[in-house]
């Protein structure tokens, strides 16, 4: 019988949804190296399909630039409680596509989220 293992990193730390960030100069390193991590997996041909602040976990030491994504999702017409304002409006619409610009769509609300203390106004309509 084949067998697979999975070998995980251990992560200590925090989601984001539970650091208060300080400064617009963290936001911006927190955005840098999200961007950084969806470019590494949009190059390899993955997307993320769940970005929010509880799938982002930074360091106790507060190294923003190291901070680690989890969540991926395999099924992506499911959209759960909590998540629906960092899912693309094409997604929540039922056009939905494995395209990497619904997870640059999630990383503008987070800088959205971090910036102002508040998320988007959820109540728009859109002419796709």
């Known amino acids: 019988m084949k067998q697979q293992c999975i070998v995980l990193e251990y992560v200590e730390g925090e989601a984001l ?3 208060k960030v300080e400064s617009e100069v963290d ?3 927190i955005i840098g190296a999200l961007v950084d991590v969806l470019q590494y997996c949009h190059m390899a041909g993955t997307t993320h399909r769940d970005l929010r602040l509880e799938n982002i976990v930074v360091p106790e030491y507060r190294s923003y630039e190291k901070l680690k994504v989890m969540g991926f999702k395999e099924n992506s017409d499911v959209i759960t409680k909590g998540q629906q304002a960092f899912v693309a409006p094409e997604i929540v619409l039922n056009s939905a596509s494995d395209s990497p610009k619904r997870d ?3 990383v503008g609300v987070i800088a959205y989220l971090l910036l102002s203390g508040s998320l988007p106004d959820t109540n ?4 796709l």
């Open 27 to 29: 936001v911006a390193t």
């Open 104 to 106: 640059i769509w999630s």
């Open 124 to 127: 728009l309509s859109f002419d």
């Open 17 to 19: 949804c539970n650091k």
